[in-house]
């Protein structure tokens, strides 16, 4: 009997998918599948890490194309960003040769995977023919008003120059100079994306196809709150300018009456005024500088404050409270001026306690006393409102609404919803980015860049030797003529955050050819993306970005839907243990020996014989060199078994652990299944009993493997995968339609999982065409019924035994079978039953004493 062999099988069938353009996209006018995957970065490599995800969504076009689908299926490269910068700094080469070359490994290193992928739609967002297509629908937008320019404060490392995002900050120093990082003030360009607050919000309750999870990441990210705008006056001598109070917003209005001290922002007004004239408080404020602006950045820093001297005056009991500015308010949320009531908020409570400041609990839990008392923990639960006057015992909403009503009534202030959410500031000081189309004339100010000279390419002559924008010391590219009157005039030299080339791509591919950014009639036949596979630390930016542009690109006419992914699933990454040398250097899984001596593992290092350090199970990375590259398992035990396996050993959405027994287990299976086609002989007819059985086992089959691919549910399915192979292997006596039908099914149900197994065991079979373009097998809901059942049997609660018997039989008769059986009777010596209780085809309950 021949042995599968992957090595020459696989590139064959790819060799036949590429002759016949087997995955180029075709509208036949059958119902449309739009199946993407996030695009990767050309970072340089593929490893099976990468491939789940490009796999799952494998799995989904192959099976959507069975089904009867047109399927769209198309590959590109999410190719601008800082990585091609430090590698020309680090190098000593262009950004532009470095991402393409890395572009070009990945490619085939994708194409050894055997993914159903349109490479004819391919590209990257680096390939002007992309980037100038961006620029137009910008400048549609900046004519709209959703694009502008204003002053925004960024972390700027004065060593490379650069603004640097808050991920890149580390203890307050530039990740790659190590640098203090200074807060700027720049001209930055933002998107308007709070002007589509709320449909971004109400938009997430339409998305019933993606995970809770991320709807309510999002959700919390655009952060729209009700709560309380009003005025606390001063005590004594006010700051200039703020003779009639301070303006604080609070969502919790219900607590005013625990209200502790004022905090402001290192940026607010006030603290700016306080700044310039004592020093102390400047070299304070700029110590709160020194930090991450994000608001996660603020929550896990040491909180620390400024006692500012002034005091306000508590609205409802005129007591006075002590005014501070405090690190971890923020100035762009709500006024940027608090009040703090440190029992029910933590991070109020941390800085109270480290200031010795009052802590009043006006919110206690039900069955709490009037000595309800809170110590490091704030209490943010549900409850009665006491200490707190005309609120007492109101619940905390209609404490809320009572407290908005008085402070109304009293002139004070009023009810107002805000958002955590802030404009999308959009500029790069990055050469290896889109330039933004605009034109500065010193008198005509900012100047589109004309449609007929777009797009804006990116100059190749650049160098790195000097810190900062290359684009900012171009003597050429950056000096030209005002398009509006003439005059010396200089380029913007900004580029766009990365987030823009990606906040559109999906779009694009429904006509990557054509002339307009996007191809109305292609959009409207393929959007929205029926379903969108991706790791879930894009769950928020990445998406939220994206479903804004789409929303923006629609009222500009260019689009018809406004929710850009009807389905989205967020997968699990590949984790694999890491090596590593006493002298702390990586070692790679291929130059690992293992071993295991009575439960004791132990490594060594093949190419030098040294004893390793077994190390975490973490995330592949090149960095930690734990990776196992596509070709790896292609030349050790084809790529097909390597696929199986990163998508049966646990559910999509969690990590799978690689392991090489795994991938062998996945192996075997691949040469199981290919020996049941091998050894198929047309000629034997097989016994009807054996017939029919394996009839009904392969409409079971069927339904499961249908089953667990609709639901996300891959590791099911191959699971039923496995069982289908070794019933048909173990119905020896099968043969006639009854085998043939078998053999064809499970050829069919594999061609997602083992693409490339798949097709060589349809024409084993004696199939025509590819089983690519076979149609899905459909079950007999008759026939994969199951006509019994295993019913579990409790004994006083307990699991003791269980029983398998018709379907539908009645609890008499269950009853009479459970008292017969043996492993009953012998948990019941010594015992008599008091009474039985069977739920028909669930289970059977004994009580017994």
Not at 345 to 372: N, T
Not at 805 to 812: K, L, S
Request: net charge negative.
């Amino acid at each position: 009997m021949a042995r599968y062999e992957p090595k020459t099988a696989e590139p064959r069938q790819q060799a036949r998918w590429a002759e016949a353009s087997a995955f180029v996209t075709k509208d036949t006018g059958r119902p449309k599948y739009y199946v993407l995957e996030m695009f990767p970065y050309p970072s340089g490599a593929i490893h099976m890490g990468h491939a789940r995800n490009y796999v799952m969504g494998d799995v989904v076009a192959r099976s959507k194309r069975a089904q009867g689908y047109d399927v769209l299926h198309p590959m590109g490269w999410d190719a601008f960003g800082m990585p091609a910068e430090n590698a020309a700094m680090e190098r000593g080469i262009h950004p532009k040769g470095w991402t393409y070359s890395n572009i070009a490994t990945m490619r085939e290193q994708l194409k050894l995977l055997g993914l159903s992928l349109d490479w004819s739609r391919e590209f990257a967002t680096c390939d002007p023919e992309y980037y100038g297509k961006q620029q137009a629908w910008f400048l549609e937008l900046y004519r709209r008003g959703l694009v502008y320019r204003k002053d925004g404060v960024v972390n700027w490392d004065p060593v490379d120059n650069t603004v640097l995002a808050n991920e890149q900050v580390i203890d307050g120093r530039g990740w790659r100079s190590g640098a203090v990082v200074e807060k700027r003030k720049l001209n930055q360009w933002f998107l308007r994306i709070t002007d589509y607050a709320d449909d971004l919000i109400d938009g997430l309750k339409t998305l019933d196809r993606w995970p809770e999870k991320v709807r309510l990441m999002q959700e919390n990210w655009i952060g729209r709150s009700k709560g309380l705008q009003m005025t606390w006056a001063f005590a004594g001598q006010a700051p200039a300018g703020y003779e009639s109070g301070v303006e604080i917003y609070t969502t919790r209005p219900d607590t005013l009456f625990g209200a502790s001290f004022l905090g402001l922002a290192p940026d607010h007004p006030i603290s700016k005024l306080l700044a310039e004239a004592d020093p102390a408080v400047a070299d304070f404020v700029a110590k709160c500088r020194a930090g991450g602006t994000s608001q996660a950045d603020i929550d896990q820093a040491e909180k620390i404050g400024w006692d500012t001297g002034l005091k306000a005056v508590h609205p409802f009991t005129g007591a006075e409270v002590p005014v501070w500015i405090a690190n971890f308010i923020l100035s762009e949320y709500g006024t940027g001026a608090i009040f703090a009531c440190p029992a029910h908020d933590q991070r109020d409570l941390d800085f109270a306690r480290k200031y010795d400041l009052p802590v009043i609990p006006v919110v206690r839990p039900e069955g709490a006393g009037d000595d309800f008392a809170v110590g490091d923990e704030a209490y943010t639960g549900p409850g009665s409102i006491f200490h707190s006057d005309f609120l007492n015992g109101l619940d905390i909403e209609t404490a809320k609404a009572e407290a908005i009503r008085r402070v109304e009534a009293a002139g004070a202030g009023q009810g107002a919803t805000i958002y955590r959410l802030r404009d999308w500031g959009v500029s790069r000081q990055r050469y290896w980015g889109c330039p933004i189309p605009i034109i500065h004339c010193p008198s005509c100010g900012p100047v589109e860049v004309p449609a007929d000279q777009l797009p804006v390419v990116l100059p190749d002559d650049v160098t790195f030797d000097v810190p900062g924008n290359p684009l900012d010391r171009h003597a050429t590219w950056k000096h030209v003529k005002c398009p509006s009157c003439g005059a010396d005039a200089t380029r913007e030299t900004d580029t766009l955050d990365t987030f823009v080339d990606s906040s559109w791509y999906f779009a694009r591919f429904t006509d990557p050819t054509a002339e307009a950014p996007i191809d109305k009639a292609a959009a409207d036949r393929w959007l929205a993306v029926d379903q969108y596979i991706g790791g879930v630390e894009h769950a928020v930016l990445h998406l939220l970005y994206a479903r804004f542009i789409t929303r923006a690109l629609s009222d500009a006419g260019m689009l018809s839907v406004k929710e850009p992914f009807a389905g989205l699933f967020t997968q699990g990454m590949v984790v694999h243990e890491t090596y590593r040398r006493a002298d702390g250097a990586w070692v790679e899984p291929t130059d690992v020996d293992l071993s295991n001596d009575n439960g004791v593992r132990s490594a060594r290092q093949l190419s030098t014989g040294e004893t390793l350090i077994i190390g975490d199970i973490e995330k592949m990375s090149k960095s930690k060199k734990n990776v196992v590259a596509p070709a790896e398992i292609l030349e050790s035990h084809g790529v097909d078994a390597g696929r199986l396996f990163v998508l049966s050993d646990s559910p999509p959405e969690r990590d799978v652990q690689w392991t090489p027994g795994g991938v062998e287990g996945a192996s075997r299976f691949v040469q199981r299944a290919w020996t049941l086609f091998d050894a198929y002989d047309p000629a034997f007819p097989g016994e009807d009993k054996a017939n029919a059985d394996l009839l009904r086992e392969t409409h079971k089959a069927i339904k499961a493997v249908s089953e667990g691919v609709e639901g996300f549910r891959f590791n099911s399915a191959i699971a039923k995968l496995y069982a289908f192979v070794a019933t048909i292997r173990d119905n020896a006596q099968a043969g006639g339609d009854a085998k043939r039908q078998a053999l064809s099914a499970l050829a069919r149900l594999i061609a997602p999982f083992t693409p490339h197994l798949a097709e060589e065991a349809w024409t084993r079979l004696g199939e025509d065409g590819m089983v690519l373009d076979a149609p899905w097998p459909v079950w007999d809901a008759a026939l994969a019924a199951d006509d019994e059942v295993v019913l579990p049997i409790q004994i006083n609660g307990k699991r003791r035994a269980e029983i398998r018997v018709p379907r539908g039989m009645e609890p008499a008769e269950v009853e009479a079978i459970v008292l017969a059986d043996e492993t009953v009777q012998a948990r019941l010596e010594g015992l008599s039953v008091k009474k039985i209780v069977v739920v028909k085809d669930r289970i059977v309950n004994l009580v017994a004493g």
